[in-house]
Nanobody
Framework: QVQLVESGGGSVQAGGSLRLSCTTT?????????MGWFRQAPGKEREGVVA???????SYADSVKGRFTISGDIAKNTLYLEMNSLKPEDTAMYYC???????????????????WGQGTQVSVSS
């Protein structure tokens, strides 16, 4: 069983930055699974933001390319999401997720991820 705990959300003005963290309780799975970040804005469906493969490969949503950066620290069992040049449309609850074994998680589809954190809120004001 994988448990994921997010932190680092908050309120910032447009153009600002935040770094989200996601700590996992399963080092084995962190090393071998895709991990990813999703977000859900009020009244909208949850959408994939970025995924990180165990080999270091990444897959970003077009809306965040060039602004967001995913990384992982295996020693700390922690996944990060560095968010720069934030926009009001980035306002959402952000969720950390771990991929289902063998699923094509680079597609950033919610159905392919089997473990989820509780979420951390990011609010960007104009």
């Amino acid at each position: 069983q994988v448990q994921l705990v997010e932190s680092g959300g908050g309120s910032v003005q447009a153009g600002g930055s935040l770094r989200l963290s996601c700590t996992t309780t399963s080092r084995y799975k962190f090393r071998t699974y895709y991990m990813g970040w999703f977000r859900q804005a009020p009244g909208k469906e949850r959408e994939g933001v970025v995924a990180l493969a165990s080999d270091g490969g990444t897959s970003y949503a077009d809306s965040v390319k060039g602004r967001f950066t995913i990384s992982g620290d295996i020693a700390k069992n922690t996944l990060y999401l560095e968010m720069n040049s934030l926009k009001p449309e980035d306002t959402a609850m952000y969720y950390c997720a771990a991929c289902r074994f063998g699923a094509p998680c680079y597609l950033l589809k919610e159905v392919n991820f089997g473990y989820w954190g509780q979420g951390t809120q990011v609010s960007v004001s104009s």
